[in-house]
């Protein structure tokens, strides 16, 4: 009965979380905290924090350690399918859809009209979290820069974009190189 629960929960969770793992987040503690009481408020604030730590969508990482925690690895087996199943199937469907039509022009239209929709949105994400490092998502003021968040942002970009680097390996540095201003300082 357990499994089917874990299952039937996090399939909700993975059908309706539209937006990203931060829209999950209160589907899972819907779920998990307040309709079967697998975890209190505190040990599910652990799990968010230990779900962003981890590689992978916040999701799916809360589905394992949940599913773990209630029924052990049969458990983490059958949340982490559930959470992932919708996508799995809707992914499977536009695909279906978009082979069979790719040649259709009105279909070309569209999805060359969805293409600067998406380079927005992607700029947007970009300069929220440039905001975040350069002011600490505050208001916009020179006193507020964080000049050691904007060199190494300057100093990563012109590695990227001028000598090609690997962008892991880029990203790396980064985190080695603010951990250690961050220590010093």
């Not at 968010?48 to 992978?56: K, N, Q, S, V, W």
């Not at 559930?82 to 978009?98: D, E, K, N, R």
Request: aromatic share 12%; charged share 5%.
């Amino acid at each position: 009965m357990i499994y089917i629960q874990l299952f039937l929960s996090f399939i909700q969770i993975g059908a309706f979380s539209i937006g990203g793992g931060y829209a999950a987040m209160p589907l899972i503690q819907n779920q998990v905290v307040e309709r079967h009481a697998w975890l209190t408020m505190s040990e599910y604030t652990d799990l968010i924090t230990i779900a962003e730590m981890t590689p992978g969508p916040i999701a799916v990482n809360s589905a394992t350690f949940v599913g773990i925690r209630i029924a052990g690895v049969g458990g983490a087996i059958i949340a982490t399918f559930g959470s992932i199943l919708p996508s799995c199937i809707i992914v499977s469907l536009l695909a279906y859809v978009y082979y069979k039509y790719k040649g259709v022009a009105a279909l070309q239209s569209v999805l060359s009209s969805l293409r600067p929709a998406v380079v927005a949105l992607i700029a947007a994400a970009g300069l929220s979290i440039l905001h975040l490092v350069l002011f600490g998502g505050s208001t916009i003021q020179f006193a507020n820069v964080n000049w050691f968040g904007a060199g190494i942002f300057l100093i990563a970009f012109l590695i990227l974009r001028k000598w090609k680097w690997n962008p892991i390996l880029v990203m790396s540095l980064c985190g080695v190189v603010g951990l250690g201003l961050n220590l010093l300082l």
